[in-house]
Every structure is written in structure tokens, then in C-alpha cells.
């Protein structure tokens, strides 16, 4: 992969950064070489945000039985590349998958500050407001139905959930292949 360098391997999935983010990391510790500890800090939590968002991802395609090809972090957005999904709903199942990764580590984390407030700790403070807040942040803004961002496909969901709300409610079996709407073959990204 071009421009691409390989930093790791998450639950099995390789996960590479693109050369931007290397280049803005040096150019940040270039700015305050004074700092430079708690720049490297920054850069490696805001990463940590982006990387669990697209592990939600990653994870919510294997556990549709979906393999996973890799997990790809940009300066401002991240990609998983899985197997071409099966069906529309399985498209949309895999789009909330890092929204509600993200949001199971930043409620707690936020909740926490409200109640207790911020630490004495520095570090602690900074993961509390990387992980807790800038990540429910990325939340909101994700949920957008906007192209490009996982809100255009998430929300689609809703009709599905609706049906299988009236067929529940009237003891109908639900019709066969109705959420088997196939997509183009090949690889599918977030």
C-alpha cells in the first residue's frame, strides 16, 4: 500500500498509518520541542480515538462473519476494509459498529467527569477528554447523514427495525430475503 506504513495488528486486523499523520506529528513536535512528550501524547490518543472507531468497525463485520482486510488511519478519518456485505442491513449494522465502540468508552468516561470532575493527573485528564469527550464529538458528527460519513449508511437501518417492529407485533413471519438486498461485489469501507 502506498504511502502507507504498518504500525500494528488489532484482533487480527492490520492497522496502517498514512504518511500525513507522520508528517503533522513532526511538524507539531517541530512547533513545541519544549513539549514534545505531551505532543506525542496527544497524537497517539487522538490515533487511539480514530483506531477505535474503525475497531468497532472491524469487529462488528467479523462478528456478521465478514473478513477483514485492514484498518487504515488518516489525519482526519479512518477506513475498514471488509468483505462486500451481504445484504443493505448488514451494511448498516457494520456503520453503527463504531459509533457504539466509541460510545461505550466515551459515556463512561464523561459521566465520570460530570460526577467526580477531573483528576489532579494530568495524563488522566487528557485521556478523559480525548476518549471521552472529542471521541462523543466525532460521535455527533459521524451520525451525520452526510456521504462519506457513517450516518449516511447507520441511519438507514430504521425502516428495517420498523418492519421487524410490525411484523413482531403481528405474528407474521417476516418474508424471506427481505433484508438480503445485494450490493456490488467486491470490498466494502468505512
Not at 442491513?89 to 460530570?114: E, T
Request: hydrophobic residues 55%; charged residues 15%.
Amino acid at each position: 500500500m502506498r504511502g502507507f506504513g504498518r504500525i500494528a495488528r488489532v484482533a487480527g486486523t492490520t492497522v496502517y498509518v498514512h504518511w500525513t499523520v507522520v508528517a503533522i506529528a513532526a511538524i507539531a513536535l517541530l512547533v513545541d520541542l519544549k513539549n514534545a512528550a505531551s505532543t506525542i501524547f496527544l497524537v497517539a490518543s487522538y490515533l487511539g480515538v480514530l483506531l477505535l472507531h474503525e475497531w468497532g468497525h472491524a469487529r462488528t463485520a467479523r462478528r456478521r462473519g465478514y473478513a477483514v482486510w485492514s484498518i487504515e488511519l488518516y489525519p482526519l478519518h479512518g477506513l475498514t476494509r471488509y468483505d462486500a456485505p451481504r445484504s443493505h442491513f448488514d451494511a448498516c449494522v457494520v456503520a453503527w459498529g463504531g459509533v457504539l465502540a466509541q460510545l461505550a468508552v466515551g459515556v463512561p468516561l464523561v459521566l465520570w467527569s460530570v460526577v467526580f470532575g477531573f483528576t489532579a493527573i494530568g495524563v488522566v485528564n487528557a485521556i478523559i477528554a480525548m476518549f471521552g469527550y472529542l471521541s462523543l464529538l466525532w460521535v455527533a458528527l459521524n451520525l451525520m447523514p452526510v456521504a462519506r460519513l457513517d450516518g449516511a449508511i447507520a441511519w438507514q437501518i430504521v425502516p428495517y427495525l420498523w418492519r421487524r417492529r410490525r411484523w413482531l407485533r403481528s405474528g407474521r413471519r417476516r418474508p424471506e430475503g427481505e433484508e438480503a438486498k445485494r450490493l456490488p461485489k467486491g470490498g466494502w469501507v468505512h
